[in-house]
């Protein structure tokens, strides 16, 4: 039977309806007129984030550029001279002052160029201007050594990009530089904190701001995150302070790249487009006077009495037709409410757990964006707590899982954590990525030593893992350490994750801590250039044996220190054995081994010992390429040709007169035709395989005597000493005189 409201409440009734049919109706009016100036004023704003996105493209080329430049500096000898030698004399430093001169020519946008080595405090300045950077950039790099030097690999490259205060130390010189200048700094800072050499290369800001805010009829402006205008078109300056200081606080920390909101600009509303830029954490803004597909616009009020008006007409309507009838019965109203809340319990459930594994994850990660107190930790459940939380990483070992599901493994490690740890700890697992798991304990009660306790429940939770399962199962786990509240989550999660990448010099299956690498792995790796000569002299005489016994050598030097300082060293490694690969075989054929390779190593192999079967692999394709490439020339009727050429290119090498056109006369060809037979047989041109057989004279001499360099390059044939530099630089990548350093006994 259905119910009717009392007469008393009849008025009840239809004022209820006629206020919800009213915000209802006006809401969606409202909404469909926002939607549509939304709408319009996107299109604007896309219009305008691509105008940004150019100045963006433009900017990052300019800073790509510099680069370029800063590149160039370091391979100069006269540039390595001033960082690495004792000291510079006048004629050095003239010298150097001179080739300043001509590099800032090379772009129009650089001003100066400042070198400085803070241990001998030597400085050279290069500019149109007498400017003294000096105690500048000592005390930059005095504040960057106490903030990241004790965190960083020894000697870490470091770019830092800012606007500053570059003043005229002569009274006598023209033009205050003040806010003109773009300092763009490269700078060293080693492992103990000690700062080092450094390298600054100022921009023009003015010529700057032309060339990427050429656009005269809007305000264009660079901010950085203090709201100083580092570049700006004419327009641009006149923004005031307060805003731009506003602006570079709300937007540094902005995770979005670009966005547009209104501002009071000195008493007139403005429509203000904001675009982060690539590669430092500058923001391009552009000011612009048109609001008129803006929602917020002031004329949205012509708008607001028509809608009132419609929304007040078809609220009566409603309110007439239904508020004489009640809808349903109480009781059925009452059971749909139970079934809907029934049903609403059940889903909040999975969405809280969902939302709690989310919030984990942006702690670990640090991207909150916002603080974090212990309300918020609590709010979700977590059963661990954050002071004296215990941070690790289990990290799936791949090819010893290969039969594992990223399903199955979640599943196997939150199942034996429940079976391990439950009774002492309160425990939360995470996960992190496809095949790592942040797992997060707490004591239950806090007596004797926590960390020692916590490392000794791993080991057992670590075994419980491995024999568990009725498959084969490895797994490593990283120790991140003990964080003392929210804030240090993230630090450790890092630090255990730092820890996880020994396991590639560690191997397989372990509980790494950093006391346990501290212990096992060592600093400091030298160069082994003499056994990494060794192989590719084994490469070169197609040796597989011996090159395999020779890796084994290196495997045991670095299976005794760290991963970073092991990378670096094997990178050189690969390097050079795929370069002796791709160019050299018994008759100097070329071997095409893909350097895709070069790529996956550190990507697919995960441990030392995955190497050792990489390099057997690669050596035996090697071997096959050449047999296959051999048979094949070996039935070619300029393969003798070939045979003869180079015999005479080894036995007259030392002749300043060989060349392409010598030996076309020698053998009865021109030289076209007798370069084009050669590049087809060996894949090298004939004038390449020539220098190629003279630079590696030059380094057997190198190594095996003491003669000196103009005589070295004077007996392996090369017209003049600085033809004889460049090219064994380019060659092997090292200056002669760094290349014999390495084989003299220290």
Same mark, same amino acid.
């Given at each position: 039977?259905?119910?009717?409201?009392?007469?008393?409440?009849?008025?009840?009734?239809?004022?209820?309806?006629?206020?919800?049919?009213?915000?209802?109706?006006?809401?969606?009016?409202?909404?469909?007129?926002?939607?549509?100036?939304?709408?319009?004023?996107?299109?604007?704003?896309?219009?305008?984030?691509?105008?940004?996105?150019?100045?963006?493209?433009?900017?990052?080329?300019?800073?790509? *550029?510099?680069? !370029?430049?800063?590149?160039?500096?370091?391979?100069?000898?006269?540039?390595?001279?001033?960082?690495?030698?004792?000291?510079? %004399?006048?004629?050095?430093?003239?010298?150097?002052?001179?080739?300043?001169?001509?590099?800032?020519?090379?772009?129009?946008?650089?001003?100066?160029?400042?070198?400085?080595?803070?241990?001998?405090?030597?400085?050279?300045?290069?500019?149109?201007?007498?400017?003294?950077?000096?105690?500048?950039?000592?005390?930059?790099?005095?504040?960057?050594?106490?903030?990241?030097?004790?965190?960083?690999?020894?000697?870490?490259?470091?770019?830092?990009?800012?606007?500053?205060?570059?003043?005229?130390?002569?009274?006598? /010189?023209?033009?205050?530089?003040?806010?003109?200048?773009?300092?763009?700094?490269?700078?060293?800072?080693?492992?103990?904190?000690?700062? %080092?050499?450094?390298?600054?290369?100022?921009?023009?800001?003015?010529?700057?701001?032309?060339?990427?805010?050429?656009?005269?009829?809007?305000?264009?402006?660079?901010?950085?995150?203090?709201?100083?205008?580092?570049?700006?078109?004419?327009?641009?300056?006149?923004?005031?302070?307060?805003?731009?200081?506003?602006?570079?606080?709300?937007?540094?920390? &902005?995770?979005?790249?670009?966005?547009?909101?209104?501002?009071?600009?000195?008493?007139?509303?403005?429509?203000?487009?904001?675009?982060?830029?690539? @590669?430092?954490?500058?923001?391009?803004?552009?000011?612009?006077? @048109?609001?008129?597909?803006?929602?917020?616009?002031?004329?949205?009020?012509?708008?607001?009495?028509?809608?009132? !008006?419609?929304?007040?007409?078809?609220?009566?309507?409603?309110?007439?037709?239904?508020?004489?009838?009640?809808?349903?019965?109480?009781?059925?109203?009452?059971?749909?409410?139970?079934?809907?809340?029934?049903?609403?319990?059940?889903?909040?459930?999975?969405?809280?757990?969902?939302?709690?594994?989310?919030?984990?994850?942006?702690?670990?990660?640090?991207?909150?964006?916002?603080?974090?107190?212990?309300?918020?930790?609590?709010?979700?459940?977590?059963?661990?707590?954050?002071?004296?939380?215990?941070?690790?990483?289990?990290?799936?070992?791949?090819?010893?899982?290969?039969?594992?599901?990223?399903?199955?493994?979640?599943?196997?490690?939150?199942?034996?954590?429940?079976?391990?740890?439950? *009774?002492?700890?309160?425990?939360?697992?995470?996960?992190?990525?496809?095949?790592?798991?942040?797992?997060?304990?707490?004591?239950?009660?806090?007596?004797?030593?926590?960390? /020692?306790?916590?490392?000794?429940?791993?080991?057992?939770?670590?075994?419980?893992?491995?024999?568990?399962? %009725?498959?084969?199962?490895?797994?490593?786990?990283?120790?991140?350490?003990?964080?003392?509240?929210?804030?240090?989550?993230?630090?450790?999660?890092?630090?255990?994750? *730092?820890?996880?990448?020994?396991?590639?010099?560690?191997?397989?299956?372990?509980?790494?801590?950093?006391?346990?690498?501290?212990?096992?792995?060592?600093?400091?790796?030298?160069?082994?250039?003499?056994?990494?000569?060794?192989?590719?002299?084994?490469?070169?005489?197609?040796?597989?044996? &011996?090159?395999?016994?020779?890796?084994?050598?290196?495997?045991?030097?670095?299976?005794?220190?760290?991963?970073? *300082?092991?990378? /670096?060293?094997?990178?050189?490694?690969?390097?050079?054995?795929?370069?002796?690969?791709?160019?050299?075989?018994?008759?100097?054929?070329?071997?095409?081994?893909?350097?895709?390779?070069?790529?996956?190593?550190?990507?697919?192999?995960?441990?030392?010992?995955?190497?050792?079967?990489?390099?057997?692999?690669?050596?035996?394709?090697?071997?096959?390429?050449?047999?296959?490439?051999?048979?094949? !020339?070996?039935?070619?009727?300029?393969?003798?040709?070939?045979?003869?050429?180079?015999?005479?290119?080894?036995?007259?090498?030392?002749?300043?007169?060989?060349?392409?056109?010598?030996?076309? @006369?020698?053998?009865?060809?021109?030289?076209?035709?007798?370069?084009?037979?050669?590049?087809?047989?060996?894949?090298?041109?004939?004038?390449?395989?020539?220098?190629?057989?003279?630079?590696?004279?030059?380094?057997?001499?190198?190594?095996? %005597?003491?003669?000196?360099?103009?005589?070295?390059?004077? !007996?392996?044939?090369?017209?003049?000493?600085?033809?004889?530099?460049?090219?064994?630089?380019?060659? /092997?990548?090292?200056?002669?005189?760094?290349?014999?350093?390495?084989?003299?006994?220290?």
């Amino acid at each position: 039977m259905n119910l009717r409201f009392p007469r008393k409440y009849f008025l009840k009734l239809f004022l209820l309806i006629f206020v919800i049919c009213f915000l209802t109706i006006g809401i969606a009016l409202y909404t469909g007129y926002y939607a549509y100036t939304s709408a319009r004023s996107d299109q604007y704003q896309a219009a305008v984030a691509d105008s940004l996105s150019v100045s963006d493209q433009m900017f990052t080329t300019l800073l790509t *550029e510099v680069d !370029m430049l800063y590149t160039l500096l370091l391979t100069n000898e006269q540039v390595q001279r001033f960082f690495q030698g004792p000291g510079i %004399s006048e004629t050095g430093r003239e010298q150097l002052e001179e080739y300043l001169r001509n590099i800032r020519t090379l772009n129009p946008y650089v001003e100066s160029i400042a070198f400085y080595k803070p241990q001998k405090e030597e400085y050279i300045f290069s500019g149109p201007y007498h400017v003294d950077m000096q105690p500048y950039i000592g005390t930059y790099l005095k504040d960057m050594s106490q903030v990241g030097g004790g965190g960083l690999s020894n000697l870490s490259k470091h770019k830092n990009i800012f606007r500053y205060t570059a003043l005229v130390s002569d009274e006598g /010189s023209e033009a205050d530089l003040m806010g003109q200048v773009i300092g763009v700094m490269y700078y060293n800072v080693d492992a103990g904190g000690n700062e %080092s050499d450094s390298v600054v290369i100022n921009l023009n800001a003015l010529k700057v701001s032309e060339h990427i805010l050429p656009n005269l009829n809007t305000t264009s402006l660079l901010l950085n995150e203090y709201g100083t205008i580092i570049a700006a078109n004419r327009v641009g300056q006149a923004v005031p302070l307060r805003n731009r200081i506003r602006w570079g606080q709300k937007f540094f920390a &902005e995770t979005r790249r670009t966005g547009h909101f209104v501002e009071d600009l000195e008493g007139k509303a403005k429509l203000v487009t904001y675009y982060k830029l690539s @590669d430092c954490p500058w923001v391009l803004y552009e000011i612009s006077d @048109d609001l008129r597909f803006h929602p917020f616009d002031s004329r949205m009020r012509l708008f607001l009495i028509p809608i009132i !008006m419609v929304a007040l007409l078809f609220s009566l309507l409603i309110t007439a037709l239904s508020s004489t009838r009640l809808y349903k019965p109480v009781d059925a109203m009452f059971t749909d409410l139970s079934s809907r809340i029934a049903t609403l319990e059940t889903e909040n459930t999975g969405y809280l757990s969902n939302e709690k594994l989310s919030f984990l994850r942006s702690v670990i990660n640090n991207e909150t964006g916002r603080w974090i107190s212990r309300d918020d930790w609590d709010l979700y459940g977590i059963q661990a707590a954050p002071e004296n939380l215990f941070i690790s990483i289990i990290k799936w070992d791949e090819d010893e899982n290969a039969v594992l599901s990223e399903t199955v493994f979640e599943n196997l490690i939150k199942e034996s954590a429940d079976r391990c740890l439950k *009774e002492q700890y309160r425990f939360e697992t995470v996960v992190f990525k496809k095949d790592e798991i942040v797992l997060l304990m707490n004591a239950r009660t806090e007596t004797g030593d926590l960390r /020692s306790g916590m490392i000794d429940a791993l080991e057992r939770f670590h075994g419980f893992v491995c024999r568990s399962a %009725s498959i084969p199962v490895s797994i490593s786990i990283g120790v991140g350490g003990m964080s003392n509240g929210i804030k240090e989550c993230e630090e450790c999660c890092r630090a255990a994750q *730092e820890l996880l990448k020994q396991r590639f010099v560690l191997g397989y299956g372990r509980i790494i801590t950093g006391d346990y690498v501290k212990a096992v792995l060592s600093r400091g790796l030298n160069y082994p250039g003499e056994l990494i000569d060794v192989l590719e002299l084994n490469i070169r005489e197609c040796k597989k044996d &011996e090159f395999m016994r020779n890796y084994g050598k290196l495997l045991d030097i670095l299976g005794k220190y760290i991963y970073q *300082e092991v990378v /670096s060293v094997l990178l050189q490694v690969i390097t050079r054995c795929l370069h002796a690969m791709n160019s050299i075989s018994a008759n100097n054929i070329p071997i095409k081994v893909d350097f895709d390779e070069f790529n996956r190593i550190f990507s697919t192999l995960h441990t030392l010992e995955h190497t050792r079967a990489w390099f057997s692999r690669m050596f035996d394709e090697y071997l096959l390429a050449i047999e296959n490439l051999e048979s094949l !020339m070996k039935n070619d009727k300029h393969h003798q040709l070939t045979i003869q050429i180079q015999e005479y290119v080894t036995a007259h090498y030392a002749e300043a007169n060989l060349n392409v056109d010598s030996l076309a @006369d020698s053998f009865g060809y021109t030289a076209n035709h007798i370069s084009k037979i050669f590049k087809n047989l060996t894949g090298l041109y004939l004038r390449d395989y020539i220098k190629d057989v003279r630079i590696q004279h030059a380094k057997d001499m190198l190594k095996n %005597s003491s003669i000196s360099l103009q005589e070295i390059s004077a !007996m392996t044939g090369f017209s003049n000493y600085n033809y004889f530099f460049s090219s064994f630089k380019k060659e /092997s990548g090292l200056t002669p005189m760094t290349y014999r350093s390495r084989f003299i006994a220290p």
